[in-house]
């Protein structure tokens, strides 16, 4: 086998290890794609269903649950073994897309397949492969777009540019600042108007505009390390500065991809998720400290294992197996919507087939931050007050509570389902003070 297929079947294999370890998905995401798959079934419709109490329609671009829903009438699968079958394909996928976007910008084989193997080792990136989201389907396009730019394949570019606005919104902005960057630098913004036009079009007639002001009091930024690992953001930095000392220079394509971070964090809600689009950044720059001592690459390979290995165990599932059971109890309560904590709130579309009050694509509403700052306000802040507002407003008929919010039990409604770690409620119409 040569060293691209090696490194391939070694991803491969060590995704096929993290579905052995891990008893579900390592992303709530997912579960949020497989119930708007459930529902594009059933309903035959688009656009996708906004899952937050009092919305209809959602903004959120539908191509990975079309394609879910695709191959689920193609293949006699569940949409969780579908998902595990896509991981494999995203894997290569994403593998490829980098390695020849690296070989393309490195005019060479062996630091494509160093700068491959370093993404594979960035957490977010081995995630992404190993159970996808439609940020995997949107960072491989992106990678793709980025490789038929440099080649001056401006309609294949184009195209795959305006597949990232129906794929994936956050990608879409950064393949789009990428481009405009690079097309910048290298004096072919001519050709990047001309081709990116359709997706910078859609990109602002689609993407929701509510979603820029969005603040969620529920969310902790995850770090750089933790989204990049300390071993790609080390040797990117000093890759970065042997390449400039060296070269003089900085390549047009790795100074768009920085200025692209840049501009996109500064505009984007979230911006601790920008960090895995550094990825490919970090992957070549990388290559140039590792293809400049041969003697250590075997070393790297057994080291990675290493990382691929930390990268798995340090991984916690997102919800325990507790909270699967007791919110598929909640599918046969009686009421559609369910108010519970932020974090809770993207199982229970999927698991109990009902609404929530705050949850996925919440960003999209007009009322999103006043749900998120009442719901906060009740959740860690035992205000009653703001329970009131959520009745009112959002008229949940179930309320999930965590055994740690004891204090808020009082007076809400009859206790339906109880576990030693939650309890579900029936809720009063007006909830005691």
């Known amino acids: 086998m040569r060293p691209l297929e090696l490194l391939v079947a070694f991803a491969l294999l060590t995704v096929f290890l993290a579905h052995a370890y891990y008893e579900r998905p390592l992303h709530r995401d997912l579960l949020v794609s497989w119930r708007q798959a459930e529902l594009l079934e059933q309903e035959q419709r688009l656009p996708l269903q906004n899952l937050n109490a009092g919305a209809e329609e959602s903004n959120y671009p539908p191509l990975f649950a079309i394609l879910l829903v695709t191959l689920t009438n193609l293949v006699p699968y569940s ?7 896509l991981s494999y394909v995203f894997t290569v996928l ?11 910008v490195t005019e060479d084989s ?29 960072l491989a396009f992106f990678l793709l777009a980025f490789h038929a730019f440099l080649e001056k394949r401006w309609a294949l570019s ?17 393949a789009l600042a990428t481009l405009f960057f690079l097309s910048v630098l290298t004096r072919h913004a001519v050709e990047f108007f001309k081709t990116g036009a ?42 970065g500065a042997k390449h400039v000392m060296v070269k003089k220079n900085v390549s047009p394509a790795l100074l768009a991809l920085l200025l692209a971070f840049l501009a996109t964090s500064l505009l984007a809600p979230l911006p601790y998720r920008q960090y895995v689009f550094l990825a490919p950044l970090l992957a070549i720059l990388a290559a140039h400290v590792l293809a400049a001592e041969p003697r250590f690459v075997p070393w790297i ?5 290493v990382i691929l290995t930390a990268n798995v165990l340090y991984r916690v599932p997102p919800y325990s197996l507790q909270e699967e059971h007791v919110i598929s109890r909640m599918e046969g309560a009686e009421g559609s919507v369910v108010l519970t ?38 959740f860690e802040q035992n205000n009653t ?13 179930l309320l999930l509570l965590q055994k740690k919010d004891h204090s808020l039990e009082n007076g809400v409604g009859k206790k339906i389902i109880d576990s030693s770690n939650y309890s579900a409620y029936q809720l009063q119409t007006k909830p005691a003070t």
């Open 79 to 85: 949409l969780e073994n579908i998902s595990l079958l």
């Open 94 to 104: 994403l593998l490829l897309g980098m390695y020849v976007l690296a070989r393309k």
């Open 110 to 138: 062996n630091k494509a397949l160093l700068a491959s193997f370093v993404f594979l080792l960035v957490p977010w990136a081995f995630y992404r492969m190993a159970y996808p989201i439609s940020e995997s389907l949107g």
């Open 158 to 174: 184009g195209g795959l540019l305006l597949a990232l606005v129906f794929v994936h919104f956050r990608s879409a902005a950064f």
């Open 198 to 239: 359709a997706a910078g079009a859609a990109y602002f007639l689609r993407a929701p505009r509510e979603a820029f002001g969005f603040q969620n009091p529920f969310l902790f930024p995850a770090g750089l390390f933790e989204v990049l690992g300390f071993f790609a953001v080390a040797l990117g930095v000093l890759g």
């Open 301 to 305: 390979f057994v080291f990675g294992a």
């Open 341 to 378: 904590r932020f974090e809770q709130s993207y199982l229970v579309p999927w698991f109990a087939k009902k609404k929530v009050v705050g949850g996925p694509y919440l960003e999209e509403l007009e009322d999103g931050n006043q749900r998120a700052q009442s719901m906060y306000g009740y």
């Open 385 to 397: 007050e703001a329970l009131k507002e959520l009745v009112k407003n959002y008229q949940p008929s």
